[in-house]
């Protein structure tokens, strides 16, 4: 792929697409560890959160925190001051950090991971 690159740039006259392969070229001479860099990104949620909690923003962790009452992401969002749409995709980050796929398995994930008290 490096070299398909190289010759790419090499008759390539588009400066942004000079550009674009001048930065993938970059990424290819680059020497780093795809686990603790940026490949860490391409492995499966839990493998990840098998070593280390997530990080939540502090956005997310009050977002976490509104999921522990029963109050609908309209709620959260008017108690928030933020629009439903902003509370569904910090929800969505959340449920991804946590490798959960529902409200009750994403607080469970976070009572596990010490984000919420014994009795959030």
């Keep these: 792929?490096?070299?398909?690159?190289?010759?790419?740039?090499?008759?390539?006259?588009?400066?942004?697409?000079?550009?674009?392969?001048?930065?993938?070229?970059?990424?290819?001479?680059?020497?780093?560890d795809p686990i603790t860099d940026n490949g860490a990104k391409l492995?499966?949620?839990?493998?990840?959160?098998?070593?280390?909690?997530?990080?939540?923003?502090?956005?997310?962790?009050?977002?976490?925190?509104?999921?522990?009452?029963?109050?609908?992401?309209?709620?959260?969002?008017?108690?928030l001051t933020i629009s439903v749409n902003t509370v569904r995709i910090h929800v969505k980050k959340v449920f991804h950090k946590l490798d959960a796929h529902s409200r009750k398995a994403a607080l469970v994930r976070a009572k596990e991971l010490k984000f919420l008290d014994d009795g959030y």
């Design 1 to 32: 792929m490096k070299q398909l690159l190289n010759q790419h740039l090499s008759t390539s006259g588009d400066n942004r697409l000079q550009n674009y392969v001048d930065r993938l070229v970059a990424v290819f001479n680059a020497k780093s």
């Design 43 to 79: 492995l499966p949620m839990t493998t990840k959160l098998a070593g280390q909690a997530p990080d939540l923003s502090q956005r997310e962790l009050e977002v976490l925190h509104m999921l522990t009452t029963p109050l609908s992401y309209k709620e959260i969002a008017t108690a």
